[in-house]
């Protein structure tokens, strides 16, 4: 059982930035692949971003390429995800969300490859 929570969601204009961040409580993420997802109204969770346990490997969305960042730091054990001139397109909630893996490079883009989820923190973005 992996415990985690999203912080840094919030109200910003469009055009600006925010960063979220992912925890785990008692827990390592050390050894975990992580992903970000969203969920608007009425639409279904959509894959965000990816990183490998080494850091090295990442990969986006179409939507979202050029735009957002994914990383992390073992020191601090969290992930984030910064986001830049954000469109009104992406309010949605976020969700943080990891894989145990083995594979230092592996990365993942769908939901259901992924065993453990936070809560959600609401990002809205207005025009």
């Known amino acids: 059982q992996v415990q985690m929570a999203e912080s840094g969601g919030g109200l910003v204009q469009a055009g600006g930035s925010l960063r979220l961040s992912c925890t785990a409580s008692g827990r390592t993420l050390r050894n975990y692949a992580m992903g970000w997802f969203r969920q608007a109204p009425g639409k279904e969770r959509e894959f965000v971003a990816a990183?490998?346990?080494?850091?090295?490997?990442?990969y986006y969305a179409n939507s979202v390429r050029g735009r957002f960042t994914i990383s992390r730091d073992n020191v601090k054990d969290t992930v984030y995800l910064q986001m830049n001139s954000l469109k009104p397109e992406d309010t949605a909630v976020y969700y943080c969300?990891?894989?145990?893996?083995?594979?230092?490079?592996?990365?993942?883009?769908?939901?259901?490859?992924?065993?453990?989820w936070g809560q959600g923190t609401q990002v809205t973005v207005s025009s």
């Open positions: 969300a990891a894989e145990p893996t083995s594979g230092y490079y592996r990365v993942y883009t769908a939901a259901n490859d992924y065993d453990y």
């Open positions: 990183i490998s346990l080494s850091g090295s490997s990442t």
